[in-house]
Every structure is written in structure tokens, then in C-alpha cells.
T-cell receptor
Framework: QKEVEQNSGPLSVPEGAIASLNCTYSDRGSQSFFWYRQYSGKSPELIMFIYSNGDKEDGRFTAQLNKASQYVSLLIRDSQPSDSATYLCAATGYSSASKIIFGSGTRLSIRP | EPEVTQTPSHQVTQMGQEVILRCVPISNHLYFYWYRQILGQKVEFLVSFYNNEISEKSEIFDDQFSVERPDGSNFTLKIRSTKLEDSAMYFC????????????FGPGTRLTVL
């Protein structure tokens, strides 16, 4: 069974600090990895994707991938109250038709 | 910016009734998906569809479920005889198939089975 595991949280971080979210995946064949943000009752919103080992930065967000450890992380710098949401880690295989396998999500709360 | 649309936004039905959830994927996309999310649980894959046929389906996608692309724009999910446990958010997604492109999700249909 291919799994993506995340700590469910809640993770509470003060405004302006760095929020660090982590996940692990079980399928070594996974090729691409995603971080989605989901507000209650809404659909997942893509924040970043990464498929190469190392870091990928986009504004306040940095995704990190370590395929040897099967580990993906997301750093949010200068956290804002609007960043409060559930963050879903997800993975997909090589095929164009590959399904996305989601983790259960980490609830992030940014306290003013 | 093109987006995936879904109708209705909320569907209430009686147990045993048939429902059809509709999606309009992004126009030049080739791969289509349905996912569902039961309240408080993770987003789960149901089915993928390419070239007018199912590419992959999960264990959840049993004989009560079917998908169809009846014309060049719509992609539908039919549940023949709904059960209480079918109550969930259903998300449609589409993908172009270009390298590096991800799946784009619609806003979802909340299905409530009474």
C-alpha cells in the first residue's frame, strides 16, 4: 500500500516565524511531490511541487526533497495568519495518468 | 486563467438514489480524475480517465460508480445507488499531460446522502 505520512498537528507558530512541515512517503517509485493548502470545505490549492533532490524556493515557501530518506518538507518563512490552513503533502508516480496520493494533512495555526 | 469547474456545489439525495456529479475540465487537458474526501479524512483517489477509458481505479470505485465523458467538455461521475457512506466532497481534477504539469482541482461537490 503506497502511503504518504504526515503529522496531523496542530502545529502552532507565532506570526513572523518559520513554519516547518514534514512528510514521508513509502513508494520509492514516486516521482513528483506536492504541497497543497486546503481551507476547510475547499479544494486543495497547489503551493509547490518538487521532483529533484534538494531545495526549491518560491517566495516565502521552500520545498525540500530527500529521495534517499523518502522525506519531503515545506518551510514557510515570515508566517502570516492567512497561512493558517491544513497542508497536504502528496506524491505521484512517473506515468502521466498517475494518481496523486495524499497525506492526511497537517493543521497549521499562525498565532498573531 | 483556465480552471476546472464542478456542478452542483452541493447535492443532497436520499439513500438508494442515483446522482451524477458534473465537471468541466480545463479545455486542452487530456487526463481526468475524480477524488473524494470524507469529512475529516484524507483526499482519496477514485478513478483516472484518459483517451475515453479508465486508466486506473481504486478499491472504492466499485460497480456503483461509473465515469463518462459524454461530449468534448464534460466529465461525469455517476453513483447508481447512493449509500450513507458516500457522503463526502468529490473533487474533479484534470491534467494536460505535459512533463512537469500537475493536476488542477475543481472546487468540489459536497454530496450529502440522507
Amino acid at each position: 500500500q503506497k502511503e504518504v505520512e504526515q503529522n496531523s498537528g496542530p502545529l502552532s507558530v507565532p506570526e513572523g516565524a518559520i513554519a516547518s512541515l514534514n512528510c514521508t512517503y513509502s513508494d520509492r517509485g514516486s516521482q513528483s511531490f506536492f504541497w497543497y493548502r486546503q481551507y476547510s470545505g475547499k479544494s486543495p490549492e497547489l503551493i509547490m511541487f518538487i521532483y529533484s533532490n534538494g531545495d526549491k524556493e518560491d517566495g516565502r515557501f521552500t520545498a525540500q526533497l530527500n529521495k534517499a530518506s523518502q522525506y519531503v518538507s515545506l518551510l514557510i518563512r515570515d508566517s502570516q495568519p492567512s497561512d493558517s490552513a491544513t497542508y497536504l503533502c502528496a506524491a505521484t508516480g512517473y506515468s502521466s495518468a498517475s494518481k496523486i496520493i495524499f497525506g492526511s494533512g497537517t493543521r497549521l495555526s499562525i498565532r498573531p | 486563467e483556465p480552471e476546472v469547474t464542478q456542478t452542483p456545489s452541493h447535492q443532497v439525495t436520499q439513500m438508494g438514489q442515483e446522482v451524477i456529479l458534473r465537471c468541466v475540465p480545463i479545455s486542452n487537458h487530456l487526463y481526468f480524475y475524480w477524488y473524494r474526501q470524507i469529512l475529516g479524512q484524507k483526499v482519496e483517489f477514485l478513478v483516472s480517465f484518459y483517451n475515453n477509458e479508465i486508466s486506473e481505479k481504486s478499491e472504492i470505485f466499485d460497480d456503483q460508480f461509473s465515469v463518462e465523458r459524454p461530449d468534448g467538455s464534460n466529465f461525469t461521475l455517476k453513483i447508481r445507488s447512493t449509500k450513507l457512506e458516500d457522503s463526502a466532497m468529490y473533487f474533479c481534477a484534470s491534467r494536460s499531460g505535459l512533463a512537469g504539469e500537475t493536476q488542477y482541482f475543481g472546487p468540489g461537490t459536497r454530496l450529502t446522502v440522507l
